[in-house]
């Protein structure tokens, strides 16, 4: 459906909104990048959260997520006074909720095949939407950024609204627009990325254009809500479903003596090709998860979903399979040194990570794991620890096994590394290392989706 579709656009658009102070709820990845962004556009920012600790180090003009050039922005958005935050919303022209929609990790749907499915956590979207009711106004517009199952805005977010006595579409505006910003590339990917909003009425997508054409300088493209929910979804489910299909290839290639990582390339030589990389799994905040929201909300008719969502999650048992193949058989009481704990390279957030979850299966299978993440260096879980160097992650290894593509894994040198470790095993998670001068080196390299009659 287009702006110009008869019956969608037909109402008053309006007068152009002019928006002095909004609410952002959720200053997370999304939300403080945004409230900052708008702060330093000349709007009067309340930024709310429900953390405690995150106000206070925000107050202290700290802040407590690791993204290139956040700092900087958040610093100058406080510094204006533009930026102030609260640990509940106050009156304002517009607000926009950001908050996690993570899975239930307890909770499961099941297939009419007995197959169980996650269920998306909406209860964080719930309380924020009724932490806005007491300050809603006529007149004012609520977006949703959260992605969210397909009819959260009209059938979830607008009857709660609506308990205020105000009707949606008539006394206030809401609407439904999805972040698309690529961690690591935030603040850039937030002001050029085009951006989707889509309204419940044509109004409500009009003055969402308004409001973040303060600071969007990609195409603005307004439809319906529910639209604008599902591209947010199906972008990330294209992708989970086109590494599902890379990692598939590795496994085929491993089965017949291949190496994926050139077959790949050659295949992306093809004008329409563009095969995505294999790796330990696939996660992440988004689209380990968003996909989920397509099963949960009609299981019957995502099979294919469904299915590369099945294997991506299993992805970091294959690629135990290869660490254990490396070790010689067993990993019982062998010391290895796991390098990058992120959901991918160069990035903070250990959320959803496949590496997380392959080295804790390492440590089930009795292996001594001492794990390096270059950009979280004190990160703690059950039954394995992080090493604040890579020196201390490697000294008395017998095994590495590179996890995450980080750039300075990809610098390594060979000779370099050897002095640094007794191991002269390892094991390549993301097709980084280039076999000849690691075995020059004295190492045995092993990697993911390289079939053993490549001469390993
Ligand atoms: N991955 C692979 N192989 C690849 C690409 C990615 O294994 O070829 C893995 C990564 O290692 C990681 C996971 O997939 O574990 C996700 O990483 P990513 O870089 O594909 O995506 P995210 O989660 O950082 O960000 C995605 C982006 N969506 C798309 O590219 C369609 C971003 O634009 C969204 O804003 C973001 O999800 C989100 O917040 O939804």
């Avoid at 297939?111 to 932490?131: C, F, H, N, P, Q």
């Avoid at 805005?153 to 609204?161: E, G, H, Q, R």
């Avoid at 469904?306 to 058989?329: E, F, K, W, Y």
């Amino acid at each position: 459906m287009d702006e110009n579709s008869p019956g969608w656009f037909s109402g008053n658009l309006g007068e152009k909104v002019n928006f002095k102070k909004i609410c952002v709820l959720g200053l997370g990845y999304i939300g403080l990048p945004t409230a900052s962004t708008f702060a330093t556009h000349g709007i009067s920012v309340v930024g709310v959260d429900v953390n405690e600790h995150v106000l206070a180090t925000l107050r202290n003009g700290e802040i407590h997520i690791q993204e290139p050039g956040l700092r900087t922005v958040v610093k100058a958005a406080i510094r204006s006074e533009n930026l102030t935050v609260s640990n509940q919303p106050v009156e304002a022209d517009a607000f926009i909720i950001a908050v996690p929609t993570p899975f239930y990790e307890d909770k499961f749907g099941e297939t009419s095949a007995g197959e169980r499915y996650k269920l998306a956590d909406m209860r964080l979207v719930i309380s924020a939407v009724e932490a806005i009711l007491p300050v809603l106004r006529r007149g004012n517009l609520v977006v949703l950024e959260s992605t969210s199952p397909p009819r959260t805005t009209v059938d979830l977010v607008a009857p709660i609204l609506e308990r205020s006595g105000l009707k949606a579409g008539q006394d206030f505006l809401l609407a439904y627009s999805p972040e698309r910003v690529l961690p690591g590339q935030i603040l850039r990917e937030l002001i050029e990325n085009a951006r989707v909003i889509g309204g419940t009425t044509p109004a409500a997508a009009q003055a969402g254009r308004d409001l973040y054409s303060v600071f969007v300088k990609g195409e603005i493209v307004t439809t319906d809500a529910t639209t604008a929910e599902m591209v947010k979804l199906m972008e990330n489910t294209y992708r989970d479903v086109n590494i599902a299909i890379a990692i598939e290839f590795s496994r085929l290639a491993e089965r017949f003596g291949v190496n994926v990582w050139e077959a790949i390339n050659i295949a992306n030589l093809h004008p329409r090709v563009k095969i995505l990389r294999p790796g330990p799994g696939v996660g992440g905040h988004c689209i380990s998860v968003d996909p989920w929201f397509f099963v949960e909300s009609a299981p019957d008719l995502a099979a294919l979903i469904h299915t590369a969502r099945q294997v991506n999650d299993a992805q970091p048992h294959h690629a135990l399979d290869l660490v254990r193949q490396a070790a010689g058989g067993s990993l019982a009481g062998r010391r290895i040194a796991a390098l990058g704990l992120s959901f991918k390279e160069d990035v903070d957030d250990l959320r959803e990570s496949p590496a997380v979850e392959l080295a804790r299966l390492m440590v089930q299978e009795g292996a001594e794991v001492r794990a390096f993440e270059p950009n979280k260096p004190d990160a703690h879980f059950d039954g394995f620890s992080t090493v604040p160097t890579l020196a201390a992650a490697l000294e008395d290894a017998e095994v590495i096994v590179i996890l995450v593509a980080d750039s300075e894994f990809r610098q390594f040198q060979p000779g370099e590394l050897a002095s640094l470790t007794p191991a002269r095993i390892v094991v390549d998670m993301r097709g980084i290392l280039v076999h000849s001068s690691w075995q020059a080196a004295g190492f045995q390299v092993f990697t993911l989706g390289v079939g053993l009659a490549m001469g390993q």
